[in-house]
Nanobody
């Protein structure tokens, strides 16, 4: 089993920044073998791909809505993935989830490919 715990969400004004963290743990988990991703879901909307990062962090991927504003990174020694969010907009308001790919699989933009999910952290951007 893998446990993922997101933190860092909150209320921020438009134009502001937040950094989300996702701490992973579990008896069989190793971030060195696991690509990870961030997704978000706003009320009444489908889950949306935000960003993903390969096992060694040499490849990163972003959704069109956040490209150029968000940055995904990871610290494998700490079993933690980060999402730096800058120039936030009201339309970024959502619950943000981190997720893991099955071991040794490349990152994916499709949420259905991910096997473990965190409980989510709320991000609210006021106008």
């Amino acid at each position: 089993q893998v446990q993922l715990l997101e933190s860092g969400g909150g209320l921020v004004q438009a134009g502001g920044s937040l950094r989300l963290s996702c701490a992973a743990s579990g008896r069989t988990f190793s971030t060195y073998s696991t690509a990870m991703g961030w997704f978000r879901q706003a009320p009444g909307k489908e889950r949306e791909f935000v960003a993903a990062i390969s096992r060694s962090a040499d490849n990163t991927y972003y959704g069109d809505a956040v490209k150029g504003r968000f940055t995904i990174s990871r610290d494998n020694a700490k079993n933690t993935v980060y999402l730096q969010m800058n120039s936030l907009k009201p339309e970024d308001t959502a619950v943000y989830y981190c997720a893991t790919m099955p071991p040794y699989n490349p990152p994916s933009r499709s949420w259905s490919r991910y096997d473990y999910w965190g409980q989510g952290t709320q991000v609210t951007v006021s106008p």
